[in-house]
């Protein structure tokens, strides 16, 4: 959900040094938080800053009843900016690498994540427009490197990967962090690139090279929809956790050639049950619609928007096909996985592209009656990993495993929400479960919270911070209370 550059307007009115390391488990020593001291780098230490960027944050700030809310947002809103960025230029253009957090290195799905709630005032502020068009050159530069990797290195020469894929049996080529196959992984860049370009009107980034890195993306989700063989790419680690090593000499379970692409591994970076994630699959259809929009209008290539086009149609008639399976309660609803030979999962994960997120990243309407099915049927007992502790209630995933919420499940449900009590829970939930910290984390034990995972993960602070002003701007009733 990206909020107009109006919609903004219409509104009245640190990460501190030290962060623990996000492989360990914490358990929280909490801080007091009775006098809401910032938690925000001083202005000297922060690696980015927007005018426009500050200037929303204190009118949202105005807006909130809460103090502990709008200290939480106040903290979380700008975290990104303050911590991740990393501006540079590369071959002459400007660069843009940012981290996720406590990992050194930039995932295509975190990177556009991350700076999409500030794309409604990248019109109005001439630093913001550099940061996207830096990051859109390096996502597309990456891509080119290799269009089955999930994560990059800062120096694209560099062979330096992340130390526990150092050892993984693939094609590593330098700039690689890791190689996970994830579908996601191309959709989302599609989706930075549409939301700036609507949202800024500038066409400056969509060069040839930026050109040359989306045939390869078409060509990827070609190969991956594995008509003709299972394609070059392949994936082992040697891991005692399953959920890191697709199985079959690392193709992955076999799956039918039904027209949907195959992906070996989740948004969380696990690897998939069925090879053919649904709502993976849902986040391409719409992707590729994005970009046969976008080459038609910037590019006038008719020839490469009729072909985005009929894959799009054609992974879309194959959901409706392969990927329906009778609810609990009547009406059918969306799988998780598939294989193409009748079986199905049903579960759902707390990152996006997930079943309960379809709305939100564009796949459907919010009020679809089958979305609705969907995504009820996820937050709740029928979904293995939906949790309800005497913290809060969420969904987690294999990553960390059971009784883990992530906040992003809870952020995504509040987003996806036409219900203020709804809303409001999802509120009072991110609102007591921060720990004292200040910020999102990964994920809080279902009962208690200050046993987390990640103190420094900008996506989720990100999102979080898009609630707020979402509802600053939409439903401001709720956060003046």
């Known amino acids: 959900m990206t909020l107009s550059r109006r919609a903004l307007l219409k509104l009245a009115g640190a990460a501190a040094g030290g962060f623990a390391s996000g492989a360990d488990f914490a358990r929280a020593a909490v801080p007091p938080v009775t006098r809401f001291a910032s938690r925000r780098p001083p202005p000297s230490k922060r690696l980015f800053t927007s005018a426009a960027v500050e200037r929303t944050l204190a009118l ?78 390096r996502q597309a530069r990456c891509i080119a490197i290799d269009p089955y990797a999930n994560a990059f290195l800062p120096d694209p020469r560099s062979r330096a990967a992340l130390s526990w894929a150092l050892h993984d049996d693939t094609d590593m080529r330098p700039g690689v962090a890791e190689r996970k ?22 066409t400056e980034p969509f060069d040839d090279d930026w050109r040359a890195a989306m045939h390869r993306v078409l060509a990827t989700f070609r190969v991956q929809q594995r008509k003709d063989g299972r394609g070059p790419y392949r994936f082992q680690r040697m891991s005692e956790n399953a959920a890191e090593n697709p199985p079959l000499s690392g193709y992955g379970n076999p799956a039918r050639p039904v027209g949907l692409i195959h992906s070996m591994f989740r948004p969380s970076d696990d690897a998939c049950l069925y090879p053919l994630s649904v709502p993976s699959n849902f986040f391409a259809v719409t992707s590729l619609r994005q970009l046969a929009a976008m080459s038609e209008a910037i590019h006038h290539d008719r020839s490469f928007a009729a072909d985005c086009r009929a894959l799009a149609d054609e992974v879309e008639k194959a959901l409706h096909r392969y990927a329906l399976m009778a609810g609990d309660a009547g009406g059918d609803v969306w799988a998780y996985e598939v294989d193409g030979f009748g079986n199905q999962l049903f579960m759902d994960d707390a990152n996006a592209p997930s079943l309960s997120s ?17 995504r009820a049927l996820a937050w709740s007992a029928r979904n293995p990993y939906f949790f ?50 200040g910020f999102m984390h990964e994920a809080f034990d279902q009962d208690d919270p200050a046993k987390y995972t990640r103190s420094w993960f900008a996506w989720a602070n990100s999102l979080f911070g898009e609630l707020i002003v979402t509802l600053a701007a939409q439903q401001p009733h709720l956060l003046t209370a």
């Not at 991350?114 to 005032?121: D, K």
Request: proline share 5%; net charge negative; with cysteine.
């Open 181 to 202: 196959w994830e579908i996601d992984s191309l959709c989302w860049p599609i989706r930075l690139a549409h939301g700036y370009w609507q949202a800024s009107g500038d």
């Open 388 to 437: 309800d502790g005497r913290a809060a209630q969420g969904i987690g995933g294999p990553h960390q495993g059971l009784r883990m919420i992530w906040p992003m499940s809870i952020t995504m449900r509040a987003l996806t929400s036409d219900r203020d009590a709804e809303i409001a829970q999802c509120l009072h939930w991110l609102k007591t479960t921060h720990a004292g910290t």
């Open 358 to 374: 379809l709305a939100y990243l564009g796949a459907c309407p919010r009020d679809d009656a089958r979305y609705r099915r969907t």
């Open 60 to 137: 949202t700030v105005a807006t909130i009843g809460d103090p502990e809310l709008a200290w939480l947002f106040g903290n979380c809103y700008p975290n990104t900016l303050d911590t991740t960025v990393q501006l540079d230029t590369l071959d002459g253009r400007p660069d843009t690498f940012i981290v996720t957090g406590d990992i050194d290195a930039m995932w295509l799905r975190d990177s556009a994540a991350q700076v999409w709630p500030y794309l409604p005032l990248a019109r109005e502020d001439k630093a913001l427009r550099r940061l996207y068009r830096g990051l859109i050159h």
